[in-house]
């Protein structure tokens, strides 16, 4: 089924951050985040069992269990199974080791077969305490994890995950599979192959105001064709783009910093919020179906929603297409 169809809102809730990715967030705030999100009107929520070892499934799963099964679209991630017991010494995240260091110590094995496939649904549902998932991504089968191994790591899960999904999404128990990754190489190398296919993908921090480039140039249009939609995740960049000091899940580098702040040169030029430059931005493209922001705090979830409705004037995306900080490729908000 299109992501389209399942997918309510142009706006729902990431909650990578609830698994304590920056900082160990106390419980009750990451409760108060998940009920204002959903106090607020949230209806699409993306989790995984890497967040925090499975802190954020719980997190996510005290709040939405206890709302009527129907009411909201729910998506988890496979390849990573979450055991009981704890882990000794350092984590493999590859270019990402120290996320999550501050999450649960339980010890995560990353695998994409089928069996692994199913473990990993059964975990996430139990952590979640619900009964089914509408969407379910395969996770990070990618080069930022795996570095040249990634490929072997694809084909675990082509012949795996893959398999289990498309029968799952056949037979009706889940609504929809795909990608949810870091980089555009494993969904452009997914959408060439002559297997089943997946019906959308949640593609993380590639298609942002801060980087879009490579997503245009191959991946995008093959996606369109295919009429395969895209869930935007980390939309801020993991926050420089929201007010934060994070780029690509670390200190933002002293070039990013000096491109954001050209960019709010023009944000405050046109008295325009950036959380409302860059949520529009990669809403804009016709491939988007939706993006999932992530948050530790209540009051990011009325600034998102205010960033999705905020009028931005025509001339601010001439002016910043004009002044080369966005692609001349890039789609821009209807009436720029
Ligand atoms: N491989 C994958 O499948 C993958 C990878 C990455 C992301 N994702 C999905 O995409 C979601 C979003 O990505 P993300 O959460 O990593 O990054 P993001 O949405 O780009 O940025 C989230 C960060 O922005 C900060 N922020 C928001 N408003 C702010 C403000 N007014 N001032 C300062 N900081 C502000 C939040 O800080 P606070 O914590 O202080 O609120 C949070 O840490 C994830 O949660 C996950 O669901 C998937």
């Known amino acids: 089924m299109k992501l389209r169809e399942i997918i309510p809102d142009r706006i729902g809730f990431g909650t990578a951050p609830l698994g304590n990715m920056f900082r160990a967030v106390p419980d009750d705030e990451a409760r108060a985040t998940v009920q204002a999100a959903w106090d607020e009107g949230i209806r699409y929520f993306d989790t995984a069992p890497l967040y925090g070892a499975g802190l954020a499934e719980l997190r996510l799963g005290q709040v939405i269990s206890q709302q009527p099964r129907d009411a909201y679209v729910l998506s988890s991630k496979v390849g990573r199974i979450i055991l009981d017991e704890e882990e000794v010494g350092a984590r493999d995240l590859g270019e990402k080791g120290a996320l999550f260091e501050h999450g649960r110590k339980n ?3 990353h695998e994409w077969t089928a069996e692994a496939t199913e473990r990993s649904l059964e975990g996430s549902l139990t952590r979640l305490g619900v009964d089914r998932l509408d969407i379910v991504w395969v996770h990070d089968i990618a080069q930022d994890f795996h570095g040249d191994a990634w490929l072997q790591k694809f084909e675990e899960a082509r012949t795996g995950a ?3 999904l498309s029968r799952l999404r056949d037979q009706g128990v889940i609504r929809a599979w795909g990608l949810g990754v870091n980089r555009t190489e494993p969904i452009e190398l997914t959408l060439a192959l002559d297997e089943p296919q997946p019906d959308g993908f949640l593609l993380a921090g590639r298609y942002t105001l801060l980087d879009h480039e490579h997503a245009l140039q191959r991946l995008l249009p093959m996606a369109a064709e295919q009429g395969v ?9 993991s926050g420089i783009l929201a007010g934060g000091t994070h780029f690509e899940y670390a200190d933002a580098s002293p ?3 000096e491109k954001v702040r050209r960019i709010r040169e023009i944000t405050d030029r046109y008295a325009v919020s950036i959380k409302a430059a860059a949520l529009q931005f990669s809403l804009a493209h016709p491939v988007s179906v939706a993006a999932v922001p992530g948050a530790t705090k209540p009051s990011r979830i009325a600034e998102d929603i205010a960033a999705v409705q905020e009028k931005i004037p025509a001339g601010f995306w001439v002016d910043l297409r004009q002044s080369g900080l966005v692609s001349p490729q890039a789609p821009l908000p209807e009436g720029a």
């Open 162 to 164: 893959f398999r289990v």
């Open 229 to 237: 939609g895209m869930v935007v995740g980390g939309p801020y960049s």
């Open 107 to 109: 010890k995560i094995v």
């Open 255 to 257: 070039e990013i910093v």
